[in-house]
């Protein structure tokens, strides 16, 4: 067992974030190193995302790391603040399940996601060395899925679908998340309540 996580998830109570654990918790357990290789993290502000992230991560037996953000801070703002985070806990790998829309400006918004992730990553491996870390990663492993892989995944990864924040929520906003995944999800032989 690993004293000190490898690996942080950041989460937002979503599918992509609830996947991405999933696959960081199999990855420690294919390389032997099961318990303790994976945190988690949620720097969402509304209580909804940010409860179903803590359920996700408990579901995993997943460590959590407080981080503390401002609301007024923006996705690098939030970003930086988990990588000094991160980098202060030890934690070498951060992954950011970031996923851009589908669309016209799809690969425009996806090359914007991974060079915030590619900046932010440099900027905290200036300071990383004085942390006792070689370097920060940030790794973007869904920025480019369309609904249909990612929906593959989670059907392949068994995830719980009940531990995304649209689950059991009466709000428009959940019943419209529920809409959008139901077909995806059910190609792949999961069910939407």
């Known amino acids: 067992m690993s004293s000190v996580p490898t690996c942080l998830v950041l989460l937002d109570g979503d599918l992509e974030g609830l996947v991405s654990l999933a696959c960081a918790a199999e990855a420690g357990v294919v390389a032997g190193d099961a318990s303790g290789s994976v945190v988690a993290a949620c720097v969402d502000a509304d209580p909804i995302r940010h409860d179903a992230a803590l359920r996700q991560a408990s579901a995993h037996d997943t460590a959590w790391l407080d981080v503390t953000v ?3 801070r923006g996705t690098s703002g939030k970003l930086i603040a988990v990588g000094e985070a991160s980098a202060a806990a030890g934690i070498p790998k951060i992954v950011w399940p970031v996923r851009v829309s589908p669309g016209r400006w799809r690969v425009r918004e996806a090359a914007t996601a991974m060079d ?16 006792g870390l070689a370097e920060m990663r ?12 990612l929906a593959e995944l989670a059907a392949d990864m068994a995830v719980s ?5 649209w689950w059991g929520d009466a709000s428009q906003a959940a019943t419209d998340a529920r809409e959008h995944w139901r077909g995806a999800l059910g190609r792949f032989g999961l069910s939407v309540a």
């Open 70 to 72: 401002s609301a007024k």
């Open 116 to 131: 915030r992730a590619l900046l932010v990553e440099r900027l905290i491996s200036l300071d990383a060395s004085e942390l």
């Open 138 to 149: 940030i790794e973007t492993p869904m920025v480019d899925l369309d609904d249909e892989q």
């Open 161 to 165: 679908l009940d531990l995304c924040w």
